[in-house]
């Protein structure tokens, strides 16, 4: 169906969906997963940076990167300090 426009109304097969602005910010919050055991999950601090914690909610520390904190806790998970 269209309008007196000339535009796809009423129909959902006729809608056009966008990415949202958001897929292009980085997460504030993420898990870390090894299969389906859970490692642990990150948070983003701001400019503090972000924070590492394990499955049982210690804090292992502060890091500049998600990936550097995702990577403390695959880390800590395979017995390295």
């Not at 966008?18 to 859970?38: E, I, L, M, P």
């Not at 292992?60 to 800590?76: C, H, K, M, N, Y």
Request: glycine content about 12%; aromatic content about 6%.
């Amino acid at each position: 169906m269209r309008d007196g426009l000339g535009r796809n109304v009423g129909s959902l097969n006729n809608r056009r969906y966008t990415a949202s602005a958001k897929q292009n910010q980085t997460a504030h919050w993420a898990s870390v997963y090894d299969g389906r055991d859970c490692l642990g999950h990150v948070i983003s601090r701001g400019r503090v940076g972000v924070a590492a914690y394990d499955r049982h909610d210690r804090l292992i520390g502060i890091f500049p990167t998600a990936t550097g904190a995702a990577s403390a806790l695959v880390e800590r998970a395979e017995g390295q300090p």
